[in-house]
């Protein structure tokens, strides 16, 4: 089955997806405050990103399309007493992760068009931080209050 296989690369990715954004949004943060020039390996870091956001968000609307806990909310809409989970990951978890990709993306090719090269760290910090704020805020962790998954997971 294909389910079981989808959650283990989902969970995964999660952290190649948080991975990726700290270490973009650190260069663009450190290409601020030093005033230094934009080099490769600022825009690799940004487009590696923004490409490992979307391999998540096409893992993300299989796993949706497979999910026992999707189709149940669909089918038979239990209330939020019944368990919060099916809301989150029906609604709450797919929106806020295509809005934050959404917003990583626009700002990615922004970044990209703009002319200074502080103009483009700026850009890049700004959107990818709004983006890692929702993902952070998504993430079914341990801790949260609205779904809680292992950190990571085997075959
Ligand atoms: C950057 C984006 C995303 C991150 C970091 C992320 C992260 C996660 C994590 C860590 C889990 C828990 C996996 C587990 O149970 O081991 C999860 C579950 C899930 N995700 Fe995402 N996700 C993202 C985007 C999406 C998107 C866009 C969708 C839908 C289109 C989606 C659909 C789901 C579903 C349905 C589950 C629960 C599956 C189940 O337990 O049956 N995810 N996600």
Redesign the pocket.
Known sequence: MI?PI???V??A??WL??GSLLASLGSSISGLLRHRTYQPIDQTLRVVATSI?HT??L???Y??A?????SYYWKSHPTYQDGR?FSF??LI??GL??T??IVMTIGSSKAKRQKSDQQKFKTTAIYFAIGLLL?FI????PFSPF?N??LY?SF
């Open positions: 389910y989808l959650l283990v989902h969970n990715l999660r997806v948080l956001a998540q968000l893992v993300g609307f796993l949706y497979k999910s026992p806990i999707v989970e990951f029906s978890h797919i992760m295509l934050s990709v993902i998504a993430i079914p962790w779904a998954r292992p997971r």
